[in-house]
């Protein structure tokens, strides 16, 4: 597993994109990959508590796609490990 660096994924950055993700909170180790089917692995250490876990991860997505954390929205999957995130303009 590895962590992206700043902008690695900049070319999935195209509004309205969505990103599904496959979460593991609590994690020991920060990582983002994606796999060959397109959807996105995160571990985080953040627990999953109060949104932190899903927090952490748009903290994690943004970067990698190299835009701000607030362009990411939350579309499925607040309480779930798998979620849904859609990039806005």
């Known amino acids: 597993m590895s962590t992206p660096t700043k902008g690695q994924w900049s070319t999935h950055a195209l509004p309205g994109a ?5 979460v593991t909170p609590r994690a020991r180790s920060i990582s983002l990959t994606q796999t ?20 952490a991860v748009a903290e994690l997505l943004a970067p990698a796609l190299g835009v701000a954390k607030t362009r990411l929205t939350l579309l499925q999957g607040a309480t779930s490990r798998r979620k849904l995130f859609r990039l806005d303009e």
């Open 18 to 22: 969505t990103f599904a993700m496959h």
């Open 36 to 55: 060959p089917e397109g959807t996105f692995k995160a571990s985080v250490t953040a627990p999953p508590e109060d949104g932190r876990a899903t927090a």
